[in-house]
């Protein structure tokens, strides 16, 4: 691809965040029962969260993803014996596959501006720092710690305990993360998420989740978790050590269980990933500081950066963004960094 005007890194980090919103439109899923901090009851064709507390733009039955607003029918489960194709495809264990299919529908960013079909990400970036919501609400990136480096990256993991549910729950969706991304071609951004009904459950589940080709957000089967539970998210490229992977691995583990939620081979779509992010927090429909987890924060931990030789980075030097969006609720905001650890707080 050609060159394109390079943003300042606040700016860039922002850019993240346009893909944590974006598709959806006519059918309605219910919402289950309140199962309080019990672990959460995930079906076998998972649907996201109804948009319940979504801008006004945005139109009635889409459904919330780590992306933003999307129509039902442009979320895939990617099935445990699936492979995700470079072309969107998605490869089933007998060797057929099935057909590419593009979105149809138009999706919404946080703030609910329209992304139509076939317009490309390049377009659309939106800075994460300053964005305004209708107060007092957060929908978005609510804080992040994240670095970037002129040579491509080779994985990064990190832990982090599954926080407490929120004293409040409204059908409230929150989503936390480490993940990776081309600072100077986003296209997708690859995440191992923790999230709290992020499909309907009112509960705790973990995801992997790759976006957003063909206007597609996909993700593979949830697993149940619990609060206490140790979570390791890792991301890494399927390649010999010293190449620029073109697909990878993103694996949400909860240790304590024992059970995994995997994407396997999820393509790169021709990105090179150089931005990384030790933590974030994701949320939507969040009015007020009990709607967060209650405990009040969240901290990864033992945040390994690899280099392309797929070697452990020393020293990184992450960023902290702290409270992106000028409309949030006024909580206990704060981001603290190590070089192997990230402590967000809400």
């Known amino acids: 691809m050609g060159h394109r005007h390079v943003k300042t890194p606040a700016a860039r980090v922002g850019a993240v965040a346009f893909f944590l919103l974006c598709f959806s439109l006519c059918c ?13 009851q995930v079906d076998a064709e998972p649907a996201p969260t109804l948009a319940r507390h979504a801008p006004p733009d945005v139109p009635p039955g889409y459904v919330v993803t780590p992306f933003g607003y999307f129509h039902p029918s442009c979320v895939r489960t990617i099935a445990r014996s699936d492979v995700l194709l470079a072309d969107g495809r998605i490869k089933h264990a007998d060797g057929t596959s099935a057909p590419v299919r593009t979105c149809a529908y138009a999706r919404y960013m946080q703030n609910g501006r329209r992304i139509e079909p076939g317009m490309p990400p390049q377009a659309i970036a ?18 992040a710690s994240w670095y970037h480096d002129a040579a491509p990256f080779g994985g990064i993991s990190a832990d982090w305990l599954v926080p407490s549910a929120p004293t409040l729950d409204i059908g409230q969706v929150l989503y936390y993360f480490p993940g990776l991304e081309d600072y100077e071609n986003i296209v997708t951004i690859l995440q191992p998420v923790l999230g709290w009904n992020a499909f ?4 705790w589940t973990i995801a992997s989740w790759n976006c957003c080709r063909g206007g597609n957000a996909d993700h593979s089967v949830p697993e149940p978790t619990a609060t206490g539970n140790l979570i390791v998210g890792t991301i890494s490229g399927d390649c010999p050590a010293g190449h620029v992977c073109s697909t ?11 059970r995994a939620s995997t994407l396997k081979r999820a393509s790169s779509y021709g990105q090179t990933f150089d931005w990384a992010f030790a933590g974030v927090v994701e949320v939507y429909g969040v009015g007020a500081c009990d709607q967060y987890s209650s405990n009040g924060f969240v901290d990864f931990t033992k945040v390994s950066l690899l280099n392309v030789d797929k070697k452990p980075m020393r020293k990184v030097r992450w960023a902290a963004s702290g409270l992106l969006q000028g409309g949030a609720p006024t909580c206990n905001y704060g981001v603290t960094v190590t070089p192997t650890s990230a402590s967000l707080t809400f």
């Open 200 to 203: 309907n459950d009112h509960g």
């Open 248 to 258: 990878w691995d993103i694996v949400t583990f909860d240790k304590t269980r024992g």
């Open 126 to 143: 939106a800075p994460l720092d300053g964005r305004k919501t209708v107060p007092p609400e957060a929908d978005g990136w609510l804080e």
């Open 28 to 40: 309605a899923v219910p919402l289950t029962g309140l199962a309080g901090e019990s672990t959460a």
